[in-house]
């Protein structure tokens, strides 16, 4: 099946830096998504990118659609305490059945105040 | 807006045992999906429903079963419970192929 590589597993920061995470693919993918879970909290979409370049951002959020099809990365800039979980990417192809996320395996992010 | 309705949040049960879990949507979403979130393996999809009246296999379907009893209602069933089962599980909805809107969660642990 596809598989995500998403990186890295987890962060450990200072309040008020900015961070990044990426995910590669070895498919080609159309959708890019990315959520966020909270503690004891279902996923939650943060930011979702749909052509090859785009770039999009949702506050401190910024995420960009890699131009190979095969990437994506979120970045958060200015960091707060209550940006502590767990970060998702999530990707779709336009082969085979569309109705199909493939996510990664999370990046586990802690805010030390 | 309730959004994706999961119940129970948590069971407990022995080997062998039986239950189902219970998913309802208000967003009139076409597309239901369960997935099962293990530690430090993300989520992954146990079966799908892209429309009424159909289901299909995700990439973890054994030991489930599925039900899409109406637009609303998208129920997962373990027949045998298996400590492997031990998870969390979600569900999630969404129009067609668009994005995925989960429900809570419901904590499964099978002794």
């Known amino acids: 099946g596809q598989q995500l590589n998403q990186s890295p597993q987890s962060m450990f920061i200072q309040e008020g830096e900015d961070v990044s995470m990426n995910c590669t693919s070895s498919s080609i993918f159309n959708t890019w998504l990315w959520y966020k879970q909270d503690p004891g909290e279902g996923p939650v979409l943060l930011i979702a990118?749909?052509?090859?370049?785009e770039l999009t951002s949702n506050g401190r959020l910024t995420a960009q659609f890699g131009i190979t099809r095969k990437d994506s990365f979120l970045n958060i800039s200015a960091s707060i305490p209550s940006d502590v979980g767990i970060y998702f990417c999530a990707g779709r192809n336009s082969g085979g059945s569309n109705y199909k996320l493939t996510f990664g395996k999370g990046t586990l992010l802690t805010v030390n105040p | 807006n309730a959004g994706v309705t999961q119940t129970p949040k948590f069971q407990v049960l022995k080997t062998g045992q039986s239950m189902t879990l219970q998913c309802a949507q208000d967003?009139?979403?076409?597309?239901m999906y369960w997935y099962r979130q293990d530690p430090g393996m993300g989520l992954r999809l146990i079966y799908y429903s892209a429309s009424e009246g159909t289901t299909d296999k995700g990439e973890v379907p054994n030991g489930y079963n599925v039900s899409r009893l109406n637009k609303r209602e998208f129920s997962l069933r373990l027949e045998s419970a298996a400590p492997s089962q031990t998870s969390v599980y979600f569900c999630a909805s969404s129009f067609s192929a668009g994005e995925l809107f989960f429900g809570e969660g419901s904590r499964l642990t099978v002794l």
């Open positions: 990118l749909y052509k090859a370049g």
């Open positions: 967003m009139n979403h076409n597309s």
